[in-house]
């Protein structure tokens, strides 16, 4: 097994004892957590090995959640059986600050199981271990939410969509009132509180379309340089936004948890539209 997961990362040989130790502990977890579940631990191990992060730095919670779905892939009805009741019997909760009616969480679960359960294989098999499973599945719930009413907005009538449009985001116009206003004062004193330079760097990427290559170029330093400064400067709204949320609003953190998750989804359109409402000279 160490041999397997080594040849797909060669540059761990030299810790070949701590790679073996590490497979063996993420096993013992598997097998712990998923009785009665037939796991392929070449498949398993394979799908490990091709993830960004090491056996020894992987979570726990994604070596199960990889059994877990690879075995679900294969037809293991206890897998099935362990899916559908510990992740998407949950997802009603997750749609909760959307206030949908009930038929609608329904439809959208039944959407979310389509996208994510159909196929040989199923799309799971190829989304999984690249972050949490829950995670996943609550992004796309929420999407799938959000796709369902714009088709709603779209067939209803012309003063309905007046309304809707008003609402400026749409995306935002499903949060409560009060967590709107929250986030949009949280989300603005976020981008206002970068560095000036990490600012203008967004504001050259999405609003002035500057591709990667070419900013690169313009800042003298590499491309890969280029990336991690926007997904830094991304990390630092999510942050901060997150903190005035919990500043201004008494919030439990499973629902503050679902809205971050769209935000985090949409990111890229709501930084470039709040920087199109914010002129350079204001931004001091």
Do not use: C
């Not at 039944?110 to 799971?124: F, I, S, W, Y």
């Not at 012309?158 to 949060?175: T, W």
């Not at 967004?202 to 330093?221: C, D, I, S």
């Not at 280029?226 to 997150?242: C, G, N």
């Amino acid at each position: 097994m160490p041999e397997r997961y080594l040849e797909a990362k060669p540059e761990l040989r030299a810790s070949r004892d701590s790679v073996a130790t590490a497979i063996e502990e993420k096993r013992a977890a598997v097998r712990g957590r998923l009785p009665g579940v037939a796991v392929d631990w070449e498949a398993w191990v394979d799908r490990l090995a091709a993830l960004p992060k090491t056996i020894d730095t992987l979570p726990e919670d994604i070596a199960v959640e990889v059994a877990l779905v690879f075995a679900f892939a294969e037809g293991d009805r206890e897998a099935l059986k362990i899916l559908e009741r510990e992740y998407l019997a949950k997802l009603p909760r997750v749609l909760v600050h959307m206030s949908l009616a009930d038929d609608v969480v329904e439809d959208v679960g039944q959407e979310v199981r389509r996208k994510l359960l159909v196929g040989d294989p199923p799309k799971l098999r190829e989304y999984v271990g690249k972050g949490s499973l829950r995670g996943l599945l609550k992004v796309t719930a929420v999407r799938t939410a959000i796709s369902m009413l714009r088709k709603t907005a779209r067939e209803s009538p012309a003063e309905e969509q007046l309304e809707l449009a008003a609402s400026g985001d749409l995306e935002l116009s499903f949060l409560k009132q009060k967590y709107r206003g929250a986030f949009s004062e949280s989300f603005e004193r976020a981008i206002r509180g970068l560095d000036p330079s990490d600012r203008n760097l967004l504001r050259l990427h999405f609003l002035g379309k500057v591709t990667l290559p070419a900013l690169a170029t313009m800042y003298g330093v590499h491309r890969a340089t280029i990336i991690r400064r926007l997904a830094k400067t991304r990390e630092v709204i999510e942050k901060q936004t997150r903190r005035g949320m919990r500043e201004a609003l008494s919030i439990q953190n499973e629902e503050l948890n679902s809205i971050m998750d769209l935000v985090r989804s949409r990111m890229d359109i709501s930084v470039a539209r709040m920087l199109e409402t914010m002129s350079p000279s204001s931004e001091s």
